[in-house]
């Protein structure tokens, strides 16, 4: 156990004798470090946020920022990260600290070591390109002139995760936008061009409950095929919500974040193939639009905070029937690839729900990767209807995939989420496209089908028949937005 430890802020610690459900955040403010703070322990706030060093597709490191509140914190062991105490001093601030005190970005102060996490995360991102220095400040069409981007190339989305209850938001995102590059001798940066730490396999018992990182996959398909009580955990995303809010506990759990064959990315001609435990946010990045639906998913995904650990395995893990990515990879006619000791099987993901956060996957299988035919469909689009736009779950999420070939409609495929006790497919409603016209008549007809698929209930999020009303407009919706399309590809 001693040999059990974290590097935080550059200083080496110990874990030993943590107990083995500890967050990163209790182990932190066990450790004195308490400028990480708890507001929620839910994932929702960012006031806990810090920077883990991540690693880089050109072998360098990444400082990105995380919820310290959802990560166990022995899924830190061997790894580097850093605290708003790592980022300066009351005699030396960090850019971040420094811009948010001139800006009058801080009043009581209690999620400001949080939001100085989630800017310093930005700062240092190697894509961040100021406008001037990227197309001139006068192009339109260059993303940074997106409002939601700061002349600096600032991406407010990065702040998405943190929220304020009393300075208000826009000194927050002035001392955002008026941040520098970092300079060549900032430490923190140097750092950047190094390696991020490798996984160490960890075993760790304390009182009973064991956490451990299995070094290969072979060895974490052994475990679930041998110890009945195992519990698999990703990003912890979902499960660190379980430890601290309904207080569960397992006797055993074993982290898979970081097993390499949980981690691919394949583009293949055929499919593209997506490791269950590679980040979303990671997903997001190295897909690069190249999954149209996907591209309209990620956004509207949680935060920023929480895609760079949430998995796509975690999401089809708890075969929750309001989770975001099941619908989209309906639609895609996506598959899982289940892995055991006995060997892999691919289930067609519109098998794969089989009731109320039940599935297909046995105890002792685990998802290995999502599968995604190719070609994709021509007509592609993600409806998430939520009480927020952003950082919210879903009341209603629909993902439509169509092929529309010379005005007519030769292949359709529909996901609903919220609707029913799992994730399903519109299965009449696609029957009642597929072969027709697509024109308002067509599309008024299905709509009325549409309405009435699944079985939705009433709950603190919407009443079922707001539900019904959502699926019903969302095919209006897609309709007129193709038209606008159309009419303007003419124009
Ligand atoms: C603040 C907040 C906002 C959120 N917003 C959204 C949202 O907008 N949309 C949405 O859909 N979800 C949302 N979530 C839920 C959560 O982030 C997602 O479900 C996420 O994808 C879970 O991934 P994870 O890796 O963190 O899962 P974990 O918490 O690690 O695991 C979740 C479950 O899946 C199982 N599991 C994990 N990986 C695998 C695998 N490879 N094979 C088999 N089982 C596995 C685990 O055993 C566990 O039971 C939100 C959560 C929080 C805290
Ligand atoms: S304490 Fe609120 S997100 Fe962690
Ligand atoms: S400064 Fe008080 S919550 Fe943000």
Redesign the pocket.
């Known amino acids: 156990m001693t040999d059990i430890a974290v590097t935080v802020n550059g200083q080496q610690r110990p874990l030993a004798g943590t107990p083995a459900h500890a967050t990163a955040l209790d182990w932190l403010r066990d450790n004195g470090l308490s400028g990480s703070k708890e507001g929620c322990a ?3 706030c960012g006031a806990c946020a810090m920077l883990l060093a991540t690693p880089t597709a050109d072998g360098g490191t990444a400082w990105t920022p995380v919820n310290a509140c ?1 990560v166990p914190v022995y899924a830190l062991d061997g790894q580097e990260f850093i605290t708003a105490e790592g980022l300066g001093s009351p005699d030396d601030l960090h850019p971040v600290q420094a811009k948010l005190a001139e800006a009058g970005g801080s009043q009581c102060g209690y999620c400001t070591p949080g939001f100085a996490c989630s800017m310093a995360g930005e700062y240092y991102r190697a894509d961040r390109t100021p406008a001037d220095d990227a197309h001139g400040a006068d192009d339109d069409t260059c993303p940074v002139h997106d409002p939601e981007h700061g002349p600096n190339g600032f991406d407010l989305h990065a702040l998405s ?1 943190n929220l304020c209850r009393c300075t208000g938001y826009r000194p927050i995102r002035d001392a955002a936008y008026t941040l520098g590059s970092p300079e060549s001798d900032d430490p923190l940066q140097q750092r950047l061009a190094r390696p991020a730490p490798e996984p160490v396999a960890t075993d760790a018992e304390v009182d009973g409950a064991r956490f451990v990182r299995p070094a290969t996959l072979p060895e974490a398909l052994r475990i679930l095929h041998d110890e009945k009580d195992a ?11 379980e430890v601290n809010i309904r207080g569960r506990r397992a006797p055993l759990v074993v982290a ?2 970081q097993l390499p064959e ?1 981690r691919t990315l394949t583009l293949a001609d055929e499919y593209v193939e997506i490791g ?2 590679l980040p ?1 946010s990671e997903i997001e990045k190295r897909l690069d639009g190249r999954i149209p639906l996907l591209a309209q998913l990620f956004p ?4 920023r905070l ?1 895609r760079n ?10 075969g ?1 029937p ?4 099941p619908p989209a990879l309906l639609a895609l006619r996506a598959s899982v690839v289940l892995a055991s000791v006995d060997g892999e099987r691919e289930v067609d993901l519109a098998e794969y729900f089989t009731g109320y956060r039940q599935t297909v ?1 046995r105890p002792d ?4 990767t999502i599968r995604i035919p190719l070609p994709l469909a021509t007509t592609t689009a993600f409806h998430k209807i939520a009480k927020r736009r952003f ?4 009341s209603v999420a629909v993902a439509f995939a169509l092929d529309i070939d010379g005005g007519i409609v030769t292949a359709a495929t529909i996901g609903l989420g919220g609707v029913a006790a799992t994730p399903l497919r519109a299965r009449a409603t696609e029957d009642a496209l597929i072969d027709k016209p697509w024109n308002i008549a067509t599309v008024k007809a299905a709509a009325e089908i549409l309405r009435g698929e699944g079985t939705p209930m009433s709950d603190h999020r919407a009443s079922s028949e707001y539900r019904s009303l959502m699926l019903n407009t969302a095919l209006l919706k897609l309709y007129s937005a193709t038209v606008i399309d159309s009419k303007e590809v003419s124009a």
């Open positions: 839910e994932g929702e959802l995760g519990l698999l955990v990703a990003g912890s995303t979902d499960w660190g919500v898979i974040e949980l269950a435990a979303l509207q995904f949680a935060s929480i650990r949430g998995t796509l395995g975690g999401n089809l893990g708890t929750s309001i989770g975001d990515t996957k299988e685990l998802i290995k950082d919210d779950i879903s």
